[in-house]
Structures are given as structure tokens and as C-alpha cells.
């Protein structure tokens, strides 16, 4: 079981956020993990980039469709060299179930990861979409520390899905309330609450 689910709104200011950010250059390796056709200039994990040099985007061949094996594939061959014990991974959306995927094939330990709005690959609408392997979503428990942030307007997958998939993967449960697919077009630019939602790692 995960830490339980906790309802967030969280005011952020300018000076703990300066803070937080020193915090995170000092050892932490964080790497971000896209989902479908990336995220453009606007997403929140663009302005996690924009923020702090110890971020780094995780670059896939093929953005807009998907295959698991490579998509994890790619991610592993990034993390070789790496300090594991000192990365923390930050998924939104496919990127979530990339990161559950790539948990259940190689088993590494990692300082932690941040997996916003998994989007529910078994249902019928992401069946629509020319993505190849990513379903079912492996629902066993995770070998590293999770944050899962859930929407209750995700229209990528429902809030009962999400807490399925948190208490599956042993994850905290972080509801933000009513944030669609927390994402640009839901208004997730600059993010600063979510930023510090890694504090714990930094």
C-alpha cells in the first residue's frame, strides 16, 4: 500500500523555490519522461527543463507512435553510467506507464519518480491511438519511492483507475482536484507545486 491519497494545493513562493532548486543540483540526477508526441513548449515538464540544468529529457526516435520495447529500451540506454541510487524519474501521462514497464523488465532501484496523470492504457480511446505493446499496464509494485498525481477530470483515465494504479505500484496518491489531464492545455505551465513535490528527493 502506498502513503494513502492526499488532496494538494500547495502555495509555492519564489524564495523556498529558489531553495529547492540549489537543493537539486547538488547530487540528484532528475530525468524527465514524455508521454505521447512529447511535451511542447508550454507543459510543465518544459518549465522543469527551462528551471534547473539538473533536469534532462529522456529523447525518443518516435514520438507520435509509440512502441514500449523501444521506448523502454531508450530509457534504459540513458540511465547506463548513472548513479541509480541518485535519479529520480518525473513521467507524465504514457511516460507513466513507460516507467512501470521499464520497472517490471529491469528491476533497478532509484531514488524515486514523480508519475503524473497516467493515462489508462487498456481503455477503448487509447486503443484508438497508434501505440503498439503499452497495454495491459503491469500492476506489480514498484522497486523505488512514487508519487502518483491524479486529476478527477482526467479524461485519460478515471480517478478509481489512478488510485488502482497507485496502490498497485505502492505509490503515494497526490489528488489535485479537478485539473483535466494536467497538462498544458489544462493550464500546467509553470508548475512550481509540483516542483515541490520532489522536494523529498532533492
Not at 39 to 58: C, K, L, V
Not at 136 to 152: C, G, K
Request: charged share 15%; proline share 6%; net charge negative.
Amino acid at each position: 500500500m502506498g502513503g494513502g491519497e492526499e488532496f494538494h494545493k500547495q502555495n509555492f513562493t519564489q524564495s523556498s523555490l529558489g531553495r529547492l532548486l540549489l537543493a537539486m543540483q547538488r547530487t540528484t540526477r532528475f530525468f524527465i519522461v514524455p508521454g505521447l508526441g512529447s511535451s511542447g513548449p508550454a507543459h510543465w515538464q518544459t518549465y522543469f527543463e527551462r528551471e534547473n540544468p539538473a533536469f534532462t529529457r529522456i529523447q525518443q526516435r518516435e514520438w507520435d507512435a509509440p512502441d514500449k520495447d523501444e521506448w523502454v529500451a531508450t530509457l534504459e540506454q540513458a540511465l547506463a553510467g548513472e548513479d541509480l541510487t541518485q535519479v529520480v524519474l518525473i513521467a507524465h501521462s504514457l511516460g507513466c506507464a513507460t516507467v512501470a514497464h521499464w520497472a517490471a523488465t529491469y528491476g533497478h532501484r532509484i531514488k524515486g519518480a514523480l508519475l503524473v496523470a497516467p493515462s489508462d492504457v487498456d481503455t477503448a480511446r487509447f486503443a484508438a491511438f497508434p501505440t503498439t505493446g503499452f497495454g495491459p499496464m503491469p500492476l506489480q509494485r514498484l522497486p523505488f519511492p512514487s508519487i502518483v498525481v491524479a486529476s478527477t477530470t482526467d479524461e485519460w483515465a478515471s480517478l478509481a483507475r489512478t488510485r488502482q494504479f497507485a496502490e498497485a505500484w505502492g505509490s503515494e496518491l497526490v489528488n489535485i482536484g479537478p485539473a483535466g489531464h494536467i497538462n498544458a492545455a489544462s493550464g500546467f505551465g509553470d508548475w512550481p507545486a509540483g516542483l515541490a513535490l520532489l522536494e523529498k528527493w532533492a
